[in-house]
């Protein structure tokens, strides 16, 4: 529930405070939520020491003490935002990216796991587009 708390808290301030413009590698969200716990964990106990974690108060805090954030958690706060971000992206953009290689090369295959399967054992017959979808999307 801490780690939670605190991926909300970090994506909520990212996004009104810290996010940058440079394309991060994807995280998954247990990885990315490690990554703030550890890099965030001590300003978050410093800065909002006492707050519950739900509604937004960590966030919010962090915000209102974004001044004193060490340069850590920043850019923790930053990386992180971004690769969530990207995977989104590419969850959502799977289907259309990779439309013309689910036809050619799994056109038979019904479900889209089996798909998404499909895709994948035949890496290297599918387009560079639709692999690094996949790759981005956090499916391989």
């Given at each position: 529930?801490?780690?939670?708390?605190?991926?909300?808290?970090?994506?909520?301030?990212?996004?009104?405070?810290?996010?940058?413009?440079?394309?991060?590698?994807?995280?998954?969200?247990?990885?990315?939520?490690t990554?703030?716990?550890?890099?965030?964990?001590?300003?978050?106990?410093?800065?909002?020491?006492?707050?519950?974690?739900?509604?937004?108060?960590?966030?919010?805090?962090?915000?209102?003490?974004?001044?004193?954030?060490?340069?850590?958690?920043?850019?923790?706060?930053?990386?992180?935002?971004?690769?969530?971000?990207?995977?989104?992206?590419?969850?959502?953009?799977?289907?259309?990216?990779?439309?013309?290689?689910?036809?050619?090369?799994?056109?038979?295959?019904?479900?889209?796991g089996?798909?998404?399967?499909?895709l994948?054992?035949?890496?290297?017959?599918?387009?560079?587009?639709?692999?690094?979808?996949?790759?981005?999307a956090?499916?391989?």
């Amino acid at each position: 529930m801490f780690k939670r708390g605190i991926l909300t808290a970090a994506l909520t301030l990212a996004t009104l405070t810290f996010a940058g413009n440079a394309p991060a590698q994807t995280l998954s969200y247990a990885d990315a939520v490690t990554k703030l716990a550890a890099d965030c964990g001590t300003d978050i106990q410093k800065l909002c020491k006492g707050l519950n974690l739900g509604s937004g108060r960590i966030a919010d805090c962090l915000q209102q003490n974004a001044a004193k954030v060490s340069p850590t958690c920043k850019g923790s706060l930053t990386s992180v935002f971004q690769s969530i971000t990207q995977r989104e992206h590419a969850q959502t953009a799977y289907e259309r990216v990779c439309q013309r290689d689910m036809s050619k090369s799994c056109s038979g295959i019904k479900g889209d796991g089996f798909v998404l399967a499909c895709l994948v054992k035949k890496e290297k017959r599918v387009s560079k587009e639709c692999n690094q979808v996949i790759t981005d999307a956090g499916w391989r």
